[in-house]
Each structure stands twice: as structure tokens, then as C-alpha cells.
């Protein structure tokens, strides 16, 4: 049966280097890195040349400025309550209504815990309004959290400026960037900007679920999320990952040197699957037409017809995408991206989110769109809103 994957936004296949590469470390390399013993150098060494991969994929000056974690989301949350809890006196954050839930969620509950958080609007195309976030900035203002890549449209955030922007402002806030969506789609070089913090996550980009990475600026206190031994400079207890932190820098490197070509390929993919649908299909939509976007990600609305349901009929055809965000999906809440950028309801229930990865293929796309026009035109056959979609198609 014909496999197309067309949802690397949620997760990827690990690399086959990725996994050679990290198969040493669970048997004859098993030594814990913290040991002083011969026998454990190789994990030791294993662990720094990892650090010094990342921190050059993230363009870190100095690899003491990376710390490995167990996900995108312990990234996150690691950064904004590790940085409010050494400045407890302000009592003001700045997000965008479009962050993950990992983020968005622990927003969220600060909020219920006193503090005061300024929501930032993107505009329909999904761009964000960057002088309504600089105009929030305050005296008060602790933290400054912006996505560097949406992860159900793919927009791009200028969150370089947006770092230079706010520290004119107020040098003291600090600035958290969650670019578990961007790494490995577009360069990221920190130390060419004002970003104080900076998450990723492996299995975005062809490493396995289970380890990601937090980049912290040299001077920028934070207090530690998990309490405990001296692993990872005192600011993450727990005995390092070995054989999943080599695999992620083994998948950084790969990712480092495959970025430019493979992001060219990938976009006339991406590109020739949203004007061939848009032109195929007449009640598709496109739902973020921002020009800032990542290469891989497209996310288009079907009007009047139910997005779980494309999702099984593309499924029975062996293909495999998304209906908002991968922690969403499997509840119908219509997206909180979607929703923020005013997407009408007649495309928002329906809203399928596709992504490509470098092993995604051209007839992975002509596969999708042979297949796609007639799960659309059945849905479309079953759908009550008969009379509008007669309209759509006359
Ligand atoms: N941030 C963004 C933008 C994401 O897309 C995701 C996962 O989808 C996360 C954070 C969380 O990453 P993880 O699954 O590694 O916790």
C-alpha cells in the first residue's frame, strides 16, 4: 500500500545516519557521562562534541550556552517560569495568540497566577502585528515570547528584530524564542541577535521524539525546572540522554548541510501541491498566504466540508497529514491559529495542514493530488450545505 507522509510538522523519520550514529551509545559506548572511569569518556566526549554541534547549528558563540532537554515543550517551559522565577517582582509577559500550547497553555496559567499577559493579534495572513508587541513593552514587562515558525501555517516571525526591538525598549526583558518549527527549515544564528533563550526539539527535524535542546544567552539567569544532580551545569537534573543528544546533532549536521538545496526542493513541492489543489479543487482555500514561510508547510481550508473526515478518507489512500496541530487534533476544537487569524467558519472546521521533509518526493505530491479532487468531491456529495457549495462549484 503507497505511504505518503505528508505531516512532518507533527513528527519525522528519524534519519537512517541518525539512528548508526546513536546505536553505539546503548551498547558498547552505555557509560554514564558524569563517570570517571575510561570506560565512560566515550559518552563524556560524545556529550561535549554534541553540545558543540548544536551550538553551532544554533549559532551559538559559546556550546556552555546550550543545555540538552527532553523536548520542544520542556524547552519552553524550562525557559519562561526558569526566567520569571529570577525576577519575581515583574509581573508583565508578551506572547502572540498563535504560539504552540506548550507555551500558550503555560501562559495561560500564569495569568491565573497573577500575572498579566499582553496577547499579541496576527493579521489574516498570519503575520503578527509587531508595533502593538513593541507597544506593549514596560517598565514591567519580564519576558517577551514569540515563535520564530508557526507550526500549523508555517509563518515566519521576525523575532531578530523583534529581540533588537524590545531590548531598545527594555533591556532588562528577556527574550524567549520557541523554534522547534524552525530548526532545520531556516537558519538560525542567535548570536547575531538580542534573543535571550531558544527552544528545539529533535524529532522535528529527522532526530527521535524524546530530546531537544535549550540554547540560554552566557549571563541570562534562569532558575532550574528539574532540581537535582549537577548534570548540564546544575540547570538540568538528570543523567544525560547519550544516545538520543548524539542523534540529534548527528540530525543537526545533516539538516546544516542539506538546508539550502533540500529547502528549494521542498518549496517547489509545497508549492506545486498548493496550486495544484487551489486550482483543482474549486471550495479549497488558502489559509496563510504570508509571503514569510517556512518551505515545507501549507495549510489549506475546504469549505463546508468536515476536516477529520478528509483526514480518514486520505488516510484509506495512505496519506497522512494534519487538522491543526498534532496535540490538537483528535479533539474538533477548530484551531486557535486559525481561529486568531479570523479564519471563516465555513473553511476553519475544514483545514487540513500539510508538511513536506527532505524525503518527501514528487510522487508523494502527484500521488495527493490524483487522489485528493475525489475525496474532496465525495465529502462535498455528503455535505448539508448543499446550496452554498452549489454556488462554490456552479
Ligand atoms: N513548539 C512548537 C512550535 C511545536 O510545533 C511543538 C510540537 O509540535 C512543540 C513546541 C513541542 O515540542 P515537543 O513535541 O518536542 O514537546
Redesign the pocket.
Known sequence: MTLVYLDN??TTMTAPEVVDAMLPYFSNKYGNPSSIYDMAHSANDAVKKSREIIADFLGAADSKEIIFTS????S?NMAIKGALDVKKNKKHIITTRVE?P??LNLYKDLEKRGYRVTWVDVDSNGDLDISRLLEAVCEDTALVSV?M???ETGVVYPVDKISEAVKMKNPETKVFV?A??AAGKVPINVKDTKIDML?I?G??FHAP?GV?ALYIRTGTMISPLIVGGHQERGKRAGTENVPYIVAMARAAQLAKETLEDENTRVKALRDKLEKGILSNIKNAVLNSKSKNRVPNTTNIGFQYIEGELILLHMNDEGICASSG???TSGSLEPSHVLRAQGVPFTSLHGSIRFSLSRYTTEQDIDYTLEKLPAIIDKLVKISPFQKELNEIFK
Not at 523536548?71 to 520542556?74: D, Y
Request: proline residues 0%; hydrophobic residues 25%.
Open positions: 510538522n507533527a523536548c520542544g515543550s520542556e519552553a504552540h506548550c507555551v515563535m515558525a508557526n507550526n520557541d522547534v518549527q527552544g526539539s524529532h522535528k521524539k531537544g496541530s498534532a496535540c
